[in-house]
C-alpha cells in the first residue's frame, strides 16, 4: 500500500471551513475508491471513481461531499463547511479493475474543532 | 443493507494463546477478505476468501469461508506480540470488488 500516496496526513478545521483531500493512486492504476473510518466504527464506503467519472457516490452525504478524479492530477474529496461530525479517517484505495487487489493509502486524518 | 458483524469487538490474550475472530453476515458475499490495520496506518490485506468452504493459511492464521458464503473466521495460532492490531473482514456483494463492507473490526492486542 506504500504506492497510494494521500495528502496531507493530518488536517485541522475549524467548523465551516472546507477540507481538501489528495489521493494519487497507484502507477498504473485508474480506479479510485474513498472510504471514510469514524472513530471506533468500520471503514464506510464513500465512493468509486475512475478518471473523469463518478462511477458509483452511493455512500456519500448528499450536500457538502463532493469527489472528483480528473485526467491530470491526484483525486480529491471535498467537504465544504465541515461540522464536527465529520472528524474522521479519510482512506483512499486504489486498483487495476481486474479483480485484483485493493491498496490503501496510509489515509488523511480530519479533526474538526 | 447489507450488515457484516464481526465479533468479538475487543480481545486481550497472552502470548502463546490461540484465538478466533468471527464474521457473519445475513446475504451471501461474491468474495471475502480479511485485512489488518496499524494505528495510523491503513488497511492492508491478509487474504481473500471466494469459494463456499475454502479454507486459506497464512503462516499461523487460518482463514476459513462458511459453505454458504456467509460467514468466515480467522484463526490465531500461538498468538505473538506482533499479532496486536486491528483485524477487519470486508465483504463484497456484487461484481464490483472494490466497494467493500466492512465489519466493525476487531482490536486484538497479545501480551508479552
Known amino acids: 500500500n506504500a504506492g497510494v500516496m494521500q495528502n496531507p496526513r493530518h488536517l485541522v478545521r475549524r467548523r465551516g471551513q472546507e477540507a481538501r483531500l489528495r489521493c494519487s493512486p497507484m502507477?498504473?492504476?485508474?480506479?479510485v475508491y474513498w472510504y471514510r473510518q469514524l472513530p471506533e466504527e468500520g471503514l464506510k464506503f464513500m465512493v468509486y471513481l475512475q478518471k473523469e467519472n463518478i462511477i458509483d457516490e452511493s455512500g456519500m452525504p448528499k450536500e457538502r461531499f463532493s469527489a472528483e478524479f480528473p485526467k491530470e492530477g491526484p483525486s480529491i474529496l471535498r467537504i465544504q463547511q465541515v461540522v464536527r461530525g465529520d472528524s474522521a479517517a479519510y482512506f483512499c484505495?486504489?486498483?487495476?479493475?481486474?479483480?485484483?487487489?485493493?491498496?490503501f493509502g496510509e489515509g488523511s486524518r480530519l479533526t474538526v474543532l | 443493507t447489507q450488515l457484516l458483524e464481526q465479533s468479538p469487538q475487543f480481545l486481550s490474550i497472552q502470548e502463546g494463546e490461540n484465538l478466533t475472530v468471527y464474521c457473519n453476515s445475513s446475504?451471501?458475499?461474491?468474495?471475502l477478505q480479511w485485512y489488518r490495520q496499524e494505528p495510523g496506518e491503513g488497511p492492508v490485506l491478509l487474504v481473500t476468501v471466494v469459494t463456499g468452504g475454502e479454507v486459506k493459511k497464512l503462516k499461523r492464521l487460518t482463514f476459513q469461508f462458511g459453505d454458504a458464503r456467509k460467514d468466515s473466521s480467522l484463526h490465531i495460532t500461538a498468538a505473538q506480540p506482533g499479532d496486536t492490531g486491528l483485524y477487519l473482514c470486508a465483504g463484497v456483494f456484487g461484481s464490483n470488488t472494490g466497494k467493500l463492507i466492512f465489519g466493525q473490526g476487531t482490536t486484538l492486542q497479545v501480551k508479552p
Open positions: 484505495a486504489s486498483y487495476t479493475g481486474n479483480a485484483g487487489e485493493l491498496f
Open positions: 502507477k498504473g492504476h485508474s480506479h
Open positions: 446475504s451471501v458475499f461474491s468474495s
